[in-house]
């Protein structure tokens, strides 16, 4: 039986696979940093022969091409994909003998695209008798995921409805030709807004479990195409810039440090409208920062929200309290395609400015539904407007963060309580709109558990 390690990447909801034998060893759907890739087959000891991408992904930059060319290993991409670099053209029905116990199987599965592939992983019995080689998983990529699929609208609205059509099919294909066993290796589906449908908790399968438990396996297609349509949410700006990218064969990040920048050049390029990113957590950030800084936290979704802010292109300086929290957020953003950085700063506020340590409030739901018994305050609720539909506090003003840098004039006047659905968000817009001059209140606190239960009043969708 092969070994199959999970390389996660939590930030940006994906997984990427290494497969091997004990010496020879295949990677699925990588990502940019492909040194983490290289490590851990250095670990196990075996060369990497074969790289597979499933499709042209729309929400990271690859690093398959890359490691392919790091290690000599054939680089798998669909034949009906228009690159711009060399690549071994595989189709529906190949098979692609990595060693004598395993080899991979290319199964035609459109549906996040047109032109998606997934890739049944065949190897020697779990008993090792040097029988016939059968399944043991399979590489979704953006197909089938658990309790779930690839969203069809990345393509944009004119393709959605043939290309949910095909997800449905290609669900049920993998289903129909693959034993009950056969563990079910996604790329997507761990956060990543890639997905349609959510896959809850869930960090392993098979095609068994989903057979009985995803509703593209157990409802009818009518209905589960009126689902997935209406269950469509907004996704990041910068998925817009990824299939380019992917398409014309990335090269491998330079994660060296950036340049040092002081309190003279922070300032200038806050003056001058540049972005200027505080890494910290949300606590910190309120405590005391600098003002005009904008709060994108490293423990959080950065990469997925910063890109989806950010206008591209624009220059951007990272602030943190450790080179290593830097480079953590350098690794992150070379994964959306951010390669160049104008330059970072270490150290505590008082480091990276001469003037005055600005700072906000920070409260809770029950917090909040006090101070409206006592004064008029604005309650600005930046969750996507779905989330907004679905529940929502009686009087809120709903502006979706990746909305508020255009609306900014949109926001209530006065004193606002900013709040998401955990905290993260709020702070991010909470950053904005202090930039921008407002007296802000960042409500730290979970909606779901605790928005109603602090008496405040809370609508729900019938």
Request: net charge negative.
């Amino acid at each position: 039986m092969p070994t199959i390690v999970a390389i996660d990447t939590p930030t940006l909801g994906d997984r990427s696979y290494l497969a091997h034998d004990g010496r020879v060893a295949i990677v699925v759907d990588p990502q940019r940093d492909i040194d983490r890739v290289l490590a851990l087959a250095d670990e196990a000891g075996v060369s990497i022969t074969h790289v597979l991408e499933t499709h042209i992904h729309n929400d990271y930059v690859t690093g398959g091409f890359a490691l392919a060319q790091a290690t000599g290993a054939s680089y798998l991409v669909n034949a009906a994909d228009e690159v711009s670099y060399d690549r071994v053209p595989v189709r529906d029905g190949d098979v692609i003998d990595v060693s004598d116990s395993m080899r991979v199987r290319v199964i035609a599965t459109p549906g996040h695209t047109f032109t998606h592939l997934s890739y049944a992983l065949d190897a020697t019995p779990e008993d090792g008798d040097g029988g016939e080689l059968e399944p043991v998983g399979v590489f979704t990529g953006g197909s089938l995921l658990f309790g779930a699929t690839g969203r069809p609208d990345l393509l944009g609205e004119a393709h959605t409805h043939d290309l949910v059509h095909h997800q449905f099919a290609s669900a049920h294909r993998l289903a129909d030709e693959l034993p009950e066993h056969t563990h079910v290796l996604p790329t997507h589906g761990f956060g990543s807004f890639c997905s349609a449908g959510g896959a809850g908790e869930a960090t392993a399968s098979t095609i068994g479990q989903e057979r009985r438990t995803n509703p593209a396996l157990t409802d009818d297609e009518e209905r589960w195409v009126a689902d997935t349509l209406a269950g469509l949410d907004d996704y990041p700006a910068y998925y817009a810039h990824m299939a380019p990218a992917n398409s014309a064969g990335p090269d491998a990040p330079d994660l060296s440090a950036p340049e040092q920048a002081d309190k003279v050049v922070l300032a200038r390029r806050i003056a001058d409208g540049e972005w200027v990113v505080d890494l910290r957590n949300r606590t910190a950030y309120a405590a005391g920062h600098v003002t005009g800084t904008l709060n994108f936290g490293i423990d959080g979704q950065f990469a997925t929200y910063l890109g989806w802010l950010i206008p591209w292109g624009t220059p951007l300086t990272l602030l943190g309290e450790t080179p290593e929290q830097v480079a953590e957020a350098q690794r992150e953003l070379v994964r959306i395609g951010i390669d160049e950085l104008e330059g970072a700063a270490t150290g505590t506020p008082e480091d990276w400015t001469d003037g005055p340590i600005a700072s906000f409030e920070r409260g809770s739901f029950a917090d909040l539904a006090q101070v409206r018994h006592h004064r008029r305050v604005a309650v600005l609720d930046v969750r996507r407007a779905s989330e907004f539909t679905a529940s929502h506090i009686d009087g809120a003003v709903n502006i979706p963060l990746h909305e508020l840098l255009g609306r900014v004039d949109d926001a209530p006047s006065g004193e606002v309580w900013v709040h998401c659905a955990g905290g993260y968000r709020a702070s991010v817009a909470a950053s904005v709109l202090a930039a921008h001059g407002h007296h802000v209140v960042a409500v730290d606190d979970s909606y779901d558990e605790h928005a109603a239960a602090s008496g405040l009043p809370v609508r729900v969708a019938a």
